[in-house]
């Protein structure tokens, strides 16, 4: 895969992951923001979209954006209360499972609102955009895919 492949793959990437939010996530002085949005709007460009599919898409895009945020806050407060947790001399174990599924609740909840979000994506669009954003998605997992392979290869040739 080229160069230009595998960058245009990862920003893509992005852009239909919508926030795609680790347990980690760090909101690094708005710059994630900033990045994001571009990554919408090169994704827009590259599907063509009219005035009024980008009106409505931005739309979506912002009421995702606002979601995601609140689960972001949700999941740092609910990662610190965890590492309070771990620093005891003593460990509640009740406690420290009721966090973790709260966490799990959390990121599976942002999963279905990204496919979701996909998905009323995806009536906003006409059937040559559908087909452009599929072929592109399906892109971008091969992609990730590979660099998944890559990682764990490097990963086993470190441990050598």
Do not use: C, P
């Amino acid at each position: 895969m080229s160069l230009n492949k595998a960058l245009f793959a990862v920003a893509l990437g992005a852009s239909l992951m919508m926030f795609n939010v680790s347990v980690e996530a760090r909101n690094h002085g708005g710059m994630h923001d900033s990045h994001s949005m571009k990554q919408h709007q090169m994704m827009m460009g590259k599907l063509g979209v009219n005035d009024e599919q980008r009106a409505k898409i931005d739309k979506l895009y912002e009421q995702r954006r606002e979601a995601v945020k609140s689960h972001q806050e949700q999941m740092q407060e609910l990662m610190q209360q965890q590492r309070h947790m771990m620093r005891q001399d003593t460990l509640d174990k009740t406690k420290l499972h009721s966090n973790l599924r709260k966490q799990a609740d959390i990121k599976a909840e942002m999963m279905a609102g990204k496919h979701q979000h996909y998905m009323e994506v995806q009536k906003h669009l006409n059937e040559e955009q559908r087909a452009k954003m599929k072929e592109l998605r399906d892109e971008m997992y091969e992609m990730r895919e590979e660099m998944r392979e890559e990682a764990q290869e490097r990963r086993k040739d470190n441990r050598g």
